[in-house]
């Protein structure tokens, strides 16, 4: 990669973010198409978000990934908001188009993609989504315009049944919210056609929890789990002993930064290319 006064600056704002996959995914895809863009990880702290938003505009910074904790506060800084986006009150993707920022969530139509480009179409099945905070919000508002049937089961029971309401006003689709608890999973199973894990139940340090008990898997069964550290979480190893079909959490990541590439540079992304780029700086991390 060469930087030359005309290169385009891209980046991911959050904190923290040292543990960013981004970098490596974006800056392959870009290395790939040959384009002459860059993309950086930069520190922003909740008091600085203002001002960085303010930089990104200034210094003509073309795009930005926008991560935790910025996700909502970054919606008061920017001149346009995608009906998504305004409909999630989350933005994780900016466009810098000519000065006028550019917001929008790539999260769910992430999901959507990756469970598409694996040969699952959602559209007239019972999915099963596990959790209720910012990802499950986007991934429900993607899925439940697809889906026969929508489920959302969440620790706190409130959040699920709050986030089914929104949906149903918002789509006209009747979803059911209730608590994530061993009967409530167990009940709604069996007839599902899809299960997501949208909680952060498995993710690494906690690498052999999972938020379903193994019996309860089975060979019909499609489950997409969107925790990508580990690769291959406890829930995904045990479905796939179950037959289930499994489609890891590094797709979901893959897919909604191919579609953040899409918006910066007008070009389809390299998503071979990304994933693999995502697949070495996760096997890079995990031997360090
Ligand atoms: P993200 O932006 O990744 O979605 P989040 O908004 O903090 O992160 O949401 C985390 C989700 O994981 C929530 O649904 C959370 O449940 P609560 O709403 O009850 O907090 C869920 N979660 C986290 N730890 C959990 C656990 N040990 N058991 C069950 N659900 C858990």
Same mark, same amino acid.
């Given at each position: 990669?060469?930087?030359s006064?005309?290169t385009?600056v ?10 960013? *996959?981004s970098?490596?995914?974006?800056n392959?895809?870009?290395?790939h198409?040959k384009?002459?863009?860059?993309? !950086?990880a930069?520190?922003?702290?909740a008091?600085? !978000?203002? =001002? ?5 505009? $200034?210094?003509g910074?073309?795009? *930005? +990934? ?15 908001? =995608?009906?998504t986006a305004k409909?999630?009150?989350?933005v994780?993707?900016?466009?810098? =188009?000519? $000065?006028?920022l550019?917001?929008?969530?790539t ?6 993609k990756a469970l598409q480009? +694996?040969g699952?179409?959602?559209?007239g099945?019972?999915?099963l ?13 993607q ?5 026969e049937?929508l489920?959302?089961?969440?620790r706190?029971p ?7 309401? *929104? ?8 979803v059911k919210?209730a608590?994530?608890?061993? +009967?409530?999973?167990q009940?709604?199973l069996?007839?599902?056609?899809? *299960?997501?894990?949208a909680?952060?139940?498995?993710m690494?340090?906690?690498?052999n929890q ?10 019909? !069964? ?6 990508y550290?580990?690769v291959?979480?406890q829930l995904?190893? =045990?479905a796939?002993?179950?037959?289930a079909r499994?489609?890891s959490?590094?797709?979901m990541?893959v897919h ?6 899409e918006i910066w540079? $007008?070009?389809?992304?390299?998503v071979e290319?990304?994933r ?5 700086k996760?096997v890079?991390?995990v031997s360090?």
């Open positions: 990669m060469t930087i006064g005309k385009r891209c980046g991911v704002i959050g904190d923290p973010i040292e543990h960013t *996959l970098p490596a995914i974006q392959a895809a870009f290395t198409l384009l002459d863009f860059v993309f !950086l930069f520190r922003v702290k008091v600085e !978000l203002e =001002d960085a938003m303010r930089g990104m505009r $200034g210094l910074i073309h795009g *930005l +990934n926008v991560t935790m904790p910025h996700k909502k506060a970054v919606t008061a800084f920017l001149d346009e908001i =995608d009906s409909f999630l009150c989350a994780n993707t900016v466009l810098n =188009d000519n $000065g006028r550019c917001g929008f969530n999260d769910g139509v992430g999901a959507l480009e +694996n699952v179409d959602p559209s099945k019972k999915v989504l596990l959790g209720a905070g910012g990802a499950a919000k986007a991934i429900a508002f899925l439940a315009k697809e889906a049937e489920v959302l089961l969440n706190t409130e959040k699920a049944t709050e986030l089914a309401e *929104l949906l149903n006003q918002a789509l006209g689709k009747e919210g608590m994530l608890s061993p +009967n409530t999973i009940k709604n069996r007839d599902s056609d899809l *299960l997501v894990n909680t952060s139940v498995g690494h340090p906690n690498d999972s938020p379903v008990a193994r019996e309860w898997l089975k060979p019909d !069964l499609t489950v997409m789990d969107i925790v550290n580990p291959e979480t995904a190893k =045990d796939k002993a179950a037959g499994v489609i959490g590094v797709e990541l909604q930064g191919a579609a953040s590439f540079t $007008g070009r389809p992304a390299p290319v990304m693999k780029a995502a697949m070495w996760l890079e991390d360090r």
